[in-house]
């Protein structure tokens, strides 16, 4: 079947560090990945997306890289601000099927 | 730039009472979903809906669910007897093609008290 996982949080950082949230997939056929992103008493919002192998998504100075041979969607930011203190959920899709993993919690203190 | 719309933010009922989710999906959509999340935690899928029926279903979603489309803009998450354990936020979902983003409202908080 199709799974995702992901690192599990939460994750605290000091603004200015570099953050990775690892995600690794399993999936029967040939999945698009994205990342979602929820702040505090919202829905989730798209932040990133790749639908093919060593595609890399980018927004917002987050970037992922779609990684077939380690099956991985891996979520990066160079500096992450204070205001990037949300949860973040990887999630792949495979036809009308879209899986998310359990969420990490990312804060950031000033 | 369109979203997707849901009412009531939050819904209070009793055990046993049927409650009614409200949804207004992005208008040139085609596929609508309803998920779940506890506590801020797993985003568990309920349904998905296509040209007017379910196309899939998780084991979350028994017979005391049901979905509709009464109307070209609607789509409604319906549950016939609420329990303790349905208090959760329930989020709508729609998107045009199956492998595009899906596109969430800001969910409904469902407490059953």
């Known amino acids: 079947g199709n799974s995702v996982t992901q690192m599990e949080g939460p994750v605290t950082l000091s603004e200015e560090a570099f953050l990775t949230i690892n995600c690794t997939y399993t999936?029967?056929?040939?999945?698009?990945l994205f990342w979602y992103v929820q702040y505090p008493g919202e829905g989730l919002q798209l932040l990133l997306k790749?639908?093919?192998?060593?595609d890399k998504g980018s927004n917002k100075g987050f970037e992922a890289t779609y990684r077939k041979e380690t099956t991985s969607f891996h979520l990066e930011k160079g500096s992450v601000q204070v205001s990037d203190s949300a949860v973040y959920f990887c999630a792949l899709n495979v036809d009308n099927d879209m899986r998310f993993g359990a969420g990490t919690r990312l804060t950031v203190k000033p | 730039e369109p979203e997707v719309t849901q009412t009531p933010s939050h819904q209070v009922t009793q055990m046993g009472q049927e409650v009614i989710l409200r949804c207004v999906p992005i208008s040139n959509h085609l596929y609508f979903y309803w998920y779940r999340q506890i506590l801020g935690q797993k985003v568990e899928f309920l349904v998905s809906f296509y040209n007017n029926e379910i196309s899939e279903k998780s084991e979350i979603f028994d017979d005391q669910f049901s979905v509709e489309r009464p109307d070209g803009s609607n789509f409604t998450l319906k549950i016939r007897s609420t329990k303790l354990e349905d208090s959760a936020m329930y989020f709508c979902?729609?998107?045009?093609?199956?492998?595009?983003?899906?596109?969430f409202g800001n969910g409904t908080r469902l407490t059953v008290t």
């Open positions: 979902a729609s998107r045009w093609v199956t492998n595009s983003p899906l596109h």
């Open positions: 999936a029967t056929g040939y999945p698009s």
């Open positions: 790749a639908t093919k192998a060593d």
